[in-house]
């Protein structure tokens, strides 16, 4: 479970979040969606320590990730799991090294035991035979299975997803999404998801949260999404052609 | 103002780079990487500069020697003393921040515009130690070889126009080189070539580091590096020849 509660973060005069509170389940997939500069990159990135909230408070079960210096979360980044908008795999190593980094420098197994472990999460993303490839061999869509295959590796309590789809075309974008959520329910993981595609939030989405300038508009599920009255929320979920045919 | 504010962030990343690696066996592949990427990948250029610039040291020294007084040997003598003391540690380093330089800030730099540094912030890695405090371990022991080799090799290009020319001959090129040598010479040249080096990939790893954009504050991070890199060689040559020889 992770708990926020009134977080705020400005860049100069601009605010881009505002006393925003919310709690995000384990075993969920929790979805943050918004538009454009809305502001859900910015809160993914302090909810993971990449940026400081400048007040408010962000606790994983009891403990409060936002009042710790960078060593104290270490203990806390080891069960975290991000799979970052491009991927985000480190060029100078090829998939099983990359999949492999986090057990690495976080445990004491054997190399043998590390190969075995990359095997089964690239098994678990459905990918096989890949392990020696550098990430530029790699597809769009492969790329983001082996980050959630690295992202998965150490069997992390909270996994974040930042545009998991962005890029991808719709099947393939179907298969990380359908991915995410497997992985989510089999392993108990609190999943946070950014995303503004509305075919992930009727898919995948356990909990829906929308945010618009940088406050929460609207809360809900992938159930009542689609019926929820609020003039923005509705603005933004019938935004194209599609949608909006679909709705009439 | 704003080099002041350079300085501050320089230091503070140093600060964080140069910290204890979260694990040893992991900076050890690094280190040994960088020895390679860093060091033995540049063998090629410094042994192709150094026997053209030894050559070309010594065809100048010989060309200003007129006066039938001062002898041939001189030329050995020469070349050895100006190759050990400025050319080898000097003009190499000054290559090695162009190459070492413009890949170590190219390469921290890419990494940092397609989010594999806040990837590893999220693992929990120390970003700045893990990129660039092996860059300097690897840099600092590697480059005193280099050196070392490149002034082999413009001794050696000086012996060869011995060889090729008749302008002094080899018996008096080699004289020359044996003539009043000072141990402490080479070991300036160290000192001076391990300054350079922490210059060269400290200065390259934070114009690296501090990269925000895309492509193309890349390419200006890469020539920054390179131009930052030898301001500071060339003013520590200065310092450290003031301090060490007189």
């Given at each position: 479970m992770i708990t926020v509660t009134n977080i705020e973060k400005s860049f100069g005069q601009k605010k881009v979040l505002r006393k925003i509170s919310l709690n995000f389940e384990p075993g969920k997939t929790n979805l943050i969606i918004g538009k454009s500069g809305s502001g859900k990159t910015v809160m993914m990135k302090c909810l993971v320590g990449l940026l400081e909230v400048d007040k408010g408070s962000i606790f994983y079960h009891d403990r409060d990730f936002s009042a710790m210096n960078d060593k104290e979360?270490?203990?806390?980044?080891?069960?975290?799991?991000?799979?970052?908008?491009?991927?985000?795999?480190?060029?100078?190593?090829?998939?099983?090294?990359?999949?492999?980094?986090?057990?690495?420098?976080?445990?004491?197994?054997?190399?043998?035991?590390?190969?075995?472990?990359?095997?089964?999460?690239?098994?678990?993303?459905?990918?096989?035979?890949?392990?020696?490839?550098?990430?530029?061999?790699?597809?769009?869509?492969?790329?983001?299975?082996?980050?959630?295959?690295?992202?998965?590796?150490?069997?992390?309590?909270?996994?974040?997803?930042?545009?998991?789809?962005?890029?991808?075309?719709?099947q393939t974008g179907n298969l990380i999404d359908d991915l995410i959520l497997e992985i989510t329910h089999e392993y108990n993981i609190t999943t946070i998801v950014n995303t503004h595609d509305m075919n992930s939030v009727v898919e995948i989405g356990d909990k829906v949260h929308y945010i618009y300038n940088g406050e929460l508009w609207w809360s809900g599920d992938k159930n009542n999404i689609l019926t929820a009255t609020n003039t923005e929320l509705q603005d933004f979920v019938f935004s194209t052609e599609l949608t909006r045919r679909l709705k009439t | 103002m704003l080099l002041l504010e350079q300085a501050g962030e320089y230091v503070l990343l140093m600060q964080r780079a140069l910290s204890k690696p979260d694990k040893w066996a992991v900076f050890r592949n690094q280190l040994m990487n960088e020895f390679t990427n860093l060091g033995i990948d540049s063998i090629g250029i410094v042994a192709i500069i150094s026997v053209f610039m030894g050559a070309v040291v010594s065809i100048q020294t010989a060309y200003n020697i007129d006066s039938p007084l001062i002898p041939l040997t001189m030329v050995?003598?020469?070349?050895?003393?100006?190759?050990?003391?400025?050319?080898?540690?000097?003009?190499?380093?000054?290559?090695?921040?162009?190459?070492?330089?413009?890949?170590?800030?190219?390469?921290i730099g890419s990494m940092k515009i397609s989010q594999q540094i806040d990837a590893l912030q999220v693992l929990g890695v120390n970003p700045a130690n893990f990129l660039i405090f092996p860059k300097i371990i690897a840099s600092v022991l590697i480059n005193p070889v280099l050196i070392i080799f490149s002034i082999f090799m413009s001794l050696a290009g000086g012996y060869l126009i011995a060889q090729l020319t008749d302008l002094y001959t080899p018996q008096?090129?080699?004289?020359?080189?044996?003539?009043?040598?000072?141990?402490?010479?080479?070991?300036?040249?160290?000192?001076?070539?391990?300054?350079?080096?922490?210059?060269i990939s400290s200065v390259s790893g934070y114009h690296g580091y501090k990269v925000k954009g895309g492509a193309l504050q890349v390419g200006q991070a890469s020539t920054n590096a390179v131009v930052h890199s030898s301001i500071g060689i060339i003013l520590f040559n200065l310092i450290l020849t003031q301090l060490l020889l007189t």
């Open positions: 979360r270490k203990s806390i980044r080891k069960e975290m799991g991000m799979l970052f908008q491009g991927g985000a795999l480190f060029d100078s190593m090829n998939v099983e090294e990359n999949i492999g980094f986090p057990m690495k420098m976080y445990t004491t197994k054997s190399p043998l035991e590390i190969r075995k472990r990359v095997d089964f999460c690239l098994e678990r993303v459905n990918l096989k035979g890949v392990n020696k490839l550098s990430p530029s061999e790699l597809s769009g869509g492969m790329i983001k299975r082996v980050a959630i295959a690295r992202a998965i590796v150490l069997q992390p309590s909270y996994l974040f997803c930042d545009e998991p789809n962005s890029g991808l075309d719709p | 050995g003598f020469t070349a050895r003393q100006s190759v050990i003391l400025e050319f080898s540690p000097t003009i190499i380093s000054l290559i090695l921040a162009g190459k070492v330089g413009s890949r170590i800030a190219s390469e008096d090129y080699v004289t020359g080189l044996r003539y009043s040598f000072s141990a402490f010479t080479v070991f300036y040249a160290i000192i001076k070539t391990v300054v350079f080096a922490f210059i």
